[in-house]
């Protein structure tokens, strides 16, 4: 079990519960270790039937009864929390507003951070309880001072902290990850939740963003920013190449979806490099054009005490991504990391960049521009 203060203490716990396998059995770790634990399921969806299509999505009737279902064979307690108006202000219109800038945003982190760790957790500590418990697989360590710290899951290839990085010392305090310190497989942890009776046993992971149910990302930001607005693909001379019916369904990397009739001269395949959203221009170039040396990122937060001065760290930038050694530095309210390992490519502005020392995360930053190797364009 996730480490907690307390000595041992029963604890009142709520478990956030989406109706997959893994919250499910969170829930039922954090009651087999003698807490006193109730199940919540978060509706974020206003029209909660058009969430999930096959293993894409989540919040959906289907994922509520299946949470209640989980629940009743666990044994505790169970209701149903309508954030749908406070998910939709937070997180898929910050979403929308990110893509109309030109960015390229990660709503689980945003989530996280304005949904299951600041309006569930608020409500949570208002109705007495101690803890929230989700299915992250990430671990809490509590210092010999008391002091919360957030680490990596024991089995890293698992390990989500990385969404998790927008935790504060507020929020480390009152968190909850039973699976984050085991070694187990996915299929194990299937298993575990077979040998319970938890029906959601064999239910397919969600994935891609949970509010975009068909996946489609781009007719999603067109149904919300007016529909088709063309605009010029250029290269980096400021040639047109093509163009494309709306800025906002690029984003920095991309390879597909260019629709270019004309080839490059070397004949190698060209990149988005960069979106300008107040001309609707996007322009595109070669995969070298691509490495970033250095970025500068805003709106950090810190799972702990802020650094202070430069210092050496690992950085990960996506979800899924391999992390790297960084110089990392916090100059007033801007955090600056400089890849010491060499370029790095493909890093969108909007995306989040987070720290580690060891495994335990530092904290996480949004990304607002990057320098580029060549000729050291500036992005944002």
């Known amino acids: 079990m996730t480490d907690f203060p307390g000595d041992g203490r029963r604890l009142r716990v709520l478990a956030a519960m989406s109706g997959g396998v893994d919250s499910a059995v969170a829930a039922a770790r954090a009651a087999e270790a003698g807490h006193d634990v109730t199940g919540v399921h978060l509706a974020l969806s206003a029209n909660p039937q058009s969430f999930r299509t096959g293993a894409r999505g989540c919040c959906t009737l289907e994922d509520s009864r299946d949470a209640r279902r989980a629940a009743d064979v666990i044994g505790i307690p169970f209701y149903v929390w309508d954030l749908a108006d406070r998910f939709r202000e937070e997180v898929v219109d ?8 030109g960015r390229t945003p990660n709503p689980c982190l945003r989530c996280n951070e304005k949904i299951k760790f600041a309006a569930l957790l608020d409500k949570a500590l208002a109705l007495g309880f101690d803890a929230v418990c989700t299915g992250h697989y990430a671990t809490v360590v509590t210092s010999d001072d008391g002091t919360r710290e957030l680490h990596r899951a024991s089995d890293e290839a698992k390990d989500q902290s990385y969404v998790l990085g927008v935790l504060d010392e507020r929020q480390l305090a009152h968190a909850m990850f039973p699976l984050g310190d085991t070694l187990t497989t996915k299929d194990e942890i299937r298993a575990e939740a077979e040998r319970r009776g938890l029906a959601v046993a064999k239910k397919p992971d969600s994935h ?3 509010f975009i149910a068909d996946g489609d990302t781009q007719g999603f930001l067109a149904s919300r920013l007016g529909g088709p607005a063309e605009g010029d693909i250029l290269d980096e001379d400021g040639t047109k190449l093509g163009t494309h019916s709306g800025a906002y369904g690029f984003t920095v990397g991309q390879r ?5 009739g004309n080839p490059a001269a070397d004949g190698k395949p060209r990149y988005v490099l960069d979106i300008s959203p107040v001309n609707n221009t996007v322009t595109v170039g070669p995969l070298d054009a691509l490495d970033v040396t250095s970025l500068t990122a805003i709106k950090p937060r810190w799972c702990g005490t802020p650094p202070s001065g430069p210092g050496t760290y690992t950085a990960q930038l996506r979800a899924h991504g391999a992390d790297g050694p960084v110089t990392a530095e916090l100059v007033g309210d801007e955090l ?8 790095v490519r493909g890093i969108a502005p909007g995306q989040a960049v987070v720290l580690y020392d060891g495994t335990r995360v530092v904290g996480s930053a949004t990304i607002a521009t990057t320098e580029r190797r060549e000729a050291a364009v500036s992005q944002g």
């Open 94 to 101: 910050d979403f929308v507003a990110e893509y109309s800038a």
């Open 208 to 210: 891609d963003i949970c």
């Open 256 to 260: 597909k979806g260019l629709r270019l």
């Open 336 to 343: 600056r990391v400089r890849f010491d390992a060499g370029p």
